[in-house]
């Protein structure tokens, strides 16, 4: 059974970074993208950014290429989302998502997530 479990949320203020971590267990031998999604209240779900397994190629959300890094532990089994520059409209849940079946921007396309963590800009 796959296991996303996301860290590193809290509450930051604006201009400020935070570094979100999403670490996966049971995976199977299939080396399955990783991507982060975003969910501000009363708004749909929204891509972020994702990663190939081998960490060879990334892709991001326009509102965050350039402030925002994705990276990725094989050895470790974990995908690492650094935020720079964080502003108000950066605040959401952040979700962990695994194995794209299809386009990476479709939450629906996902095989598993995690829980989420809270990611709340101050001004």
């Known amino acids: 059974q796959v296991q996303l479990v996301e860290s590193g949320g809290g509450l930051v203020q604006a201009g400020g970074s935070l570094r979100l971590s999403c670490a996966a267990s049971g995976r199977t031998s299939s080396n399955w993208p990783m991507g982060w999604f975003r969910q501000a209240p009363g708004k749909e779900r929204e891509f972020v950014a994702a990663i190939t397994w081998s960490g060879g190629s990334t892709f991001y959300a326009t509102s965050v290429k350039g402030r925002f890094t994705i990276s990725i532990d094989n050895a470790k089994n974990t995908v690492y989302l650094q935020m720079n520059t964080l502003s108000l409209e950066d605040t959401a849940v952040y979700f962990c998502?695994?194995?794209?079946?299809?386009?990476?921007?479709?939450?629906?396309?996902?095989?598993?997530w995690g829980q989420g963590t809270q990611v709340t800009v101050s001004s």
């Open positions: 998502a695994g194995d794209p079946e299809g386009s990476y921007l479709r939450p629906g396309d996902w095989a598993f």
